[in-house]
């Protein structure tokens, strides 16, 4: 299975990266493609509200910037997954911005292959998940219609931990 995993984190070896590499560890291991795109280190705008996309564009954004990386991407994933810290009680900024920019891919219809989708999100606090996952069952369950493969937190110690580590490892290898 092609596996896009799309992480929200500005820090390279921050609490999210730990989670995104040990489910990325399990997956290769059983043989899945996995492509991990940093967004925060990617120049990709927030989405205009132009409306481009779904008239002149026919599912193309007007803006060309690294997104065009991530749509490449999409064509050829079968499972998304969205990795993140929680920023007041939501996914990061940069990885919004991403999200947004969706909108473009999911018109006249979904990525054709997309079936699936993940969150791991890391916080402080264990209830601090309400704006994520909101975004997730509204945007990603809802609207596009993937399969819900399981939100992953992680808060205070279990951050880097290694059952939490082991459970991402896990998550990774029992993808069928």
Do not use: W
Not at 32 to 54: F, L, P, T
Not at 165 to 175: V, W
């Amino acid at each position: 299975m092609n596996i896009l995993v799309l992480n929200g984190s500005p820090r390279p070896k921050g609490n999210t990266r730990k989670m995104i590499d040990a489910f990325c560890e399990g997956a290769a291991s059983v043989g899945h493609q996995v492509d991990v795109v940093d967004v925060c280190r990617k120049q990709i705008s927030g989405c205009m509200a132009c409306e481009y996309c779904h008239t002149k564009g026919r599912g193309a954004c007007v803006q060309k910037d690294d997104m065009q990386e991530i749509y490449d991407l999409l064509k050829d994933a079968e499972m998304l997954v969205l990795a993140s810290p929680i920023y007041y009680h939501g996914i990061s900024g940069q990885l919004k911005c991403v999200v947004d920019r969706l909108y473009a891919a999911a018109y006249p219809a979904k990525p054709p292959r997309l079936k699936k989708v993940a969150m791991f999100l890391s916080s402080g606090d264990a209830d601090m998940y309400r704006g994520a996952m909101f975004s997730y069952e509204g945007d990603f369950l809802d609207y596009l219609g993937l399969e819900d493969m399981g939100v992953f937190t992680a808060h205070g110690a279990e951050n880097g931990s290694t059952a939490k580590q082991k459970e991402l490892r896990d998550f990774g290898t029992s993808l069928k």
